[in-house]
């Protein structure tokens, strides 16, 4: 959690030009009480609702950080994202599964005359 990383003194900043600017992500600076600190990029849902005040500062002390792994690079980055909580949908497992069978069709359909 973004709690544990800053510590017990440690403290959590906002870079306003980052912040004020909606076409990215909100970058989070994190401190601990030693002076050791790091940024950390938020998701799009976070970002948003910092921005648009639904999350606090103080719900964001609670907020998990995740590990991402950037599609493109490979590189794996720290992003702190929404909690899942209310958000998840359950489904219960069938007393008896079905068995996908994928459509049949004839390849001259697929070609155009």
Do not use: W
Request: proline content about 5%; aromatic content about 8%.
């Amino acid at each position: 959690m973004v709690g544990e990383l800053t510590g017990p003194d440690g403290s959590l900043s906002l870079i306003p030009s980052n912040f004020n600017d909606d076409s990215k992500r909100v970058v989070i600076v994190l401190k601990r009480a030693d002076g050791q600190s790091t940024g950390i990029t938020c998701s799009t849902a976070v970002s948003k609702g910092l921005r648009n005040k639904s999350i606090t500062i103080s719900n964001l002390f609670g907020f998990q950080v995740y590990n991402q792994i950037n599609t493109t690079t490979g590189e794996e980055y720290p992003l702190v994202g929404m909690p899942s909580g209310a958000e998840l949908m359950e489904f219960k497992t069938p007393a008896e599964a079905t068995v996908y069978e994928a459509p049949a069709f004839d390849v001259k359909e697929l070609v155009a005359f």
